[in-house]
């Protein structure tokens, strides 16, 4: 089936400043999306934004925190002035600190569930309107969250990770019970191991060793792989809802 419904589109990608938000904005507005990029790190949406409309699309760079309440505020403003309002959300911004839950790491697990849990849901309140606004116009309306397999898969040492990840994935079943009715599709999307800069976040020696030792044993996903599946799954005639996604590199159990 055809992504050209996609050319109609009003986007608000968050994490877009690298790895499967960077790939998802470019999947996007390659197929004529208006993207809004949402991230902290101000230079590389700048350059991401640049890169766009060299080749032809349309981006717009939004700095945001998406664990501040005040910013998220003011990146929805900037958006609707841009733009006005949007019709897909993709909540994809995320971070993972894996370490022994013996070792106490408030500071880690404080900014996971700011961001992965939280955060999205600040997002969500942010445009929830727009989206339902969208639906009732008859238009295709889509939040799509990027959850994880560490949703239903447990890995040691990765368990407030994990939790966030499955209180996400939750979070998208609830949410598309009060969405749905209104014809808006909500979407939980789970990848396996993704080569992005999340493992570069881990600060465990021994964790990290271990996740190298993975990513030489199994051919990972790349960005792109991920990209192309919230494009497919946003592009559906709108009375399709792929409500539940997991995306796994073939040799990954």
Not at 154 to 163: E, R
Not at 195 to 224: C, K, W, Y
Request: proline share 4%; hydrophobic share 50%; net charge negative.
């Amino acid at each position: 089936m055809s992504l050209a419904s996609l050319a109609t589109r009003t986007a608000v990608v968050t994490g877009a400043a690298s790895g499967m938000g960077a790939a998802t904005a470019r999947a996007l507005a390659a197929q004529g999306t208006r993207v809004a990029l949402l991230a902290r790190r101000t230079e590389r949406l700048d350059a991401l934004a640049a890169e766009i409309s060299a080749a032809g699309g349309r981006a717009l760079a939004v700095t945001a925190d998406i664990t501040d309440q005040a910013s998220v505020d003011a990146a929805a403003e900037a958006v609707h002035d841009a733009y006005g309002p949007v019709d897909l959300v993709v909540n994809n911004a995320g971070v993972m600190f894996p370490n022994p839950l013996a070792d106490g790491r408030i500071d880690q697990w404080t900014r996971m569930v700011d961001t992965n849990l939280t955060g999205a849901l600040r997002i969500v309140r942010a445009f929830t309107a727009d989206l339902t606004a969208a639906a009732a116009e008859g238009r295709a309306a889509d939040l799509v969250n990027v959850s994880s397999i560490a949703s239903h898969v447990v890995f040691p040492d990765y368990a407030v990770y994990g939790a966030t990840k499955a209180a996400l994935t939750q979070l998208s079943a609830a949410l598309r019970s009060e969405l749905g009715p209104r014809d808006v599709r909500v979407s939980a999307i789970e990848p396996g191991l993704t080569g992005t800069e999340l493992s570069g976040h881990v600060d465990n020696p021994v964790l990290r060793e271990q996740l190298g030792d993975m990513f030489a044993a199994i051919p990972a996903l790349t960005a792109e792989d991920v990209a192309d599946l919230v494009a497919y799954t946003v592009s559906r005639p709108r009375h399709v809802n792929l409500r539940h996604l997991v995306i796994l590199p073939t040799r990954q159990a």
